[in-house]
């Protein structure tokens, strides 16, 4: 039980986190885009500061979770972030959640307690050798820096998307090495995590992340942005808690099949409550590639990226 009360506290802060965030990170200047100079500027707006005191809080909660239960039974409660998001938008715009919201709102429910009565997931396998750990993480942050160089051709509102989605993946792979943090500290101690690389690189991935999440929130609406990122981080942690941590889950046919659809209702419920209008959308759907009209006798004007 507490573990689904931490998960889920943990969900409410990202979410009410999240929210505040892309309201600050969408007055920040675009000359800052993918750059940690972004950071700085917004560093200068409560409101943000207020969004990431939520976010580092929700992040707290989840590894106190990540520490007595699998990841892939913490994950998909992290999805629930995007209902907090919801709560709090809903309240900023009055917007009601109507049948599509609700339909969200069930699918995600629904999707969240199909995957986990069905892979009941549990702790205890051996962990991979350090070859196939390796490659796991190579896979996720290669695929992440991938993700950014296509992100980085694209108009933003997909960009958007894009760059959410990468920041997902190395969202993952960041519990997943929490997890394995908070095993170093039960068996060796604190002071013994000065030995591993696995607490530098979550602070890594942890910066990087967070860069291109305020480049996302900074370039399209929340609706672009909120439900990639919601829905690429429970895959990947759980790709990686499998893949190298010995979690397992129920793989006889049925479960599977059941697993399969929880995933499935997952992924189309954040979709609906992405596009839902509670998640408000800016009057200017790309402020980068807003072009001013040129008057009589002026030369036009350059977008600015």
């Known amino acids: 039980m507490a573990v ?10 990202l979410g009410f986190g999240f929210v505040l965030q892309q309201r600050a990170a969408q007055r920040a200047p675009l000359s800052d885009f993918l750059s940690f100079r972004l950071l700085l500027d917004l560093m200068r707006m409560p409101e943000w500061l207020l969004g990431i005191f939520l976010m580092i809080f929700g992040m707290a909660l989840s590894a106190l979770a990540l520490t007595q239960g699998e990841v892939s039974l913490v994950e998909p409660l992290t999805t629930t972030s995007l209902l907090f998001a919801m709560l709090l938008s809903r309240h900023l715009t009055g917007q ?13 429910a629904a999707g969240v307690t199909a995957f986990i009565v069905a892979g009941q997931p549990s ?4 962990h991979a050798g350090a070859l196939r750990h390796w490659l796991v993480v190579g896979i996720v942050v290669g695929v992440a820096i991938l993700l950014v160089g296509v992100a980085k051709r694209l108009t933003p509102s997909p960009e958007a998307t894009v760059l959410a989605l990468a920041a997902g993946l190395l969202y993952g792979l960041q519990d997943a090495l929490t997890r394995t943090t908070g095993q170093f500290v039960s068996q060796e101690g604190i002071a013994a995590l000065t030995l591993h690389w696995q607490p530098y690189a979550i602070g890594a991935i942890g910066l990087t992340g967070l860069v291109l999440v305020q480049s996302a929130f900074e370039t399209a609406p929340l609706r672009m942005s909120l439900p990639a990122l919601t829905a690429a981080q429970p895959l990947a942690g759980i790709a990686c808690a499998v893949g190298f941590l010995g979690d397992q889950l129920r793989v006889t046919p049925g479960a599977l099949a059941w697993e399969a659809a929880g995933l499935a209702a997952i992924t189309v419920g954040v979709v609906l409550l992405g596009r839902h209008p509670a998640l408000p959308c800016s009057q200017d ?3 980068r590639a807003t072009v001013k009209e040129p008057e009589v006798g002026e030369a036009p004007a350059k977008a600015v990226r």
């Open 96 to 108: 009601p959640l109507g049948r599509q919201g609700w339909s969200g709102v069930l699918l995600l």
């Open 123 to 126: 702790g205890g396998g051996a």
């Open 4 to 13: 689904f009360l931490l998960g889920v506290g943990a969900a409410c802060c």
């Open 285 to 287: 759907t790309s402020r």
